[in-house]
């Protein structure tokens, strides 16, 4: 059983920057792959970006160039840097956790753990 808490959330003004952090406990953090999503309101749940165990990451277009992920296997977290919001960004954000995580592009319906997930809100 792996447990995810997110943390980082919080409201921004557009063109401003937050970051985004979820910490796991339980088995072994460095072979999953972790994901972010984010669901707005009345939306369907999106992938944000991924980063597998082999630190391959992806991205959806919609924040390639301004969103990061990146991982710090030591402290079993994985971040979300966040520049340039917009108020579309706007989202309650999760992390989740696929294992194996090789190779692994963390699609939606692969993940097999989930936070309960952050809000972010980008003021216009």
């Known amino acids: 059983q792996v447990q995810l808490v997110e943390s980082g959330g919080g409201l921004v003004q557009a063109g401003g920057s937050l970051n985004l952090s979820c910490t796991a406990s339980g088995r072994a953090f460095s072979g999953y792959a972790m994901g972010w999503f984010r669901q707005a309101p009345g939306k369907e749940r999106e992938g944000v970006g991924c980063v597998n165990s082999g630190g391959d990451t992806n991205y959806a277009d919609s924040v390639i160039g301004r969103f990061t992920v990146s991982r710090d296997t030591a402290r079993n977290t994985v971040y979300l840097q966040m520049n340039s919001l917009k108020p579309e960004d706007t989202a309650v954000y999760y992390c989740?956790?696929?294992?194996?995580?090789?190779?692994?592009?963390?699609?939606?319906?692969?993940?097999?753990?989930w936070g309960k997930g952050t809000l972010v809100t980008v003021s216009s």
């Open positions: 989740a956790a696929d294992y194996p995580g090789y190779g692994s592009k963390c699609a939606d319906y692969n993940m097999d753990y």
